[in-house]
């Protein structure tokens, strides 16, 4: 399931971006940021000659990430909504996306940040960051005292008016062992709440 989230810029840029395609005399104006045979020899090269692992760090994410969904997935069976499990297939292609991205920069190693990228894509996909925030009441009372310190720690981070990303705002509370299951909790909890609002580009601005 895709998320189509309302942003009236976001759908105009989109917009126009299709209309082009189907006008014939910009065809030849067209002019991107690298020409398309460097592109074509760039993808070729990255497939070829880089094969990037997993780090240990990225590695504990991933671990972490899978543990955590499926602990909800069994608590949550003991209520009257109900979540699908992630499956080891998906971790799977989190695994593969995270290398794809370290690829990308052509680097050998697909570190923490290369799964934080590949794991926030898997929730703005497969819509879990909506249901996530409809579940914290099923969950130990542990499990919401620390999402309710993220969310204060975030508050305290981004001020009223401030753009940031998620990116930033999980290694920040890294920076204070937390875990990035409950960051991500936190800051889609704050987007339910008004507090904070997803722009089309992803990035986060803080309303309130």
Known sequence: ML???????????????????HNNQNKQNVVGPISNNKLRRFIQYSKQVVSPI??????DSLRNFYVQKRKEYREDKRSSTKKIPITLRQLESLVRVSESLARMELSPIASEKHVQMAI???IVSTGEAMKS?????NMSLDDQHKIKLSEELILNIVKKGQRTTRRF????????YINM???QQAINILIKKG????RGDLSLRRCN
């Open 195 to 198: 507090v904070l609002q997803e």
């Open 133 to 137: 925030t409809l579940n914290v009441d």
């Open 3 to 21: 998320k189509d989230n309302e942003d009236i810029n976001h759908d105009k840029l989109l917009c126009k971006h299709i209309l082009s395609l």
């Open 120 to 122: 926030q894509l898997f």
């Open 54 to 59: 997993l780090s240990n760090e990225a590695k």
């Open 181 to 183: 299951v409950y960051i």
């Open 169 to 176: 705002i999980i290694k920040e509370l890294q920076k204070q």
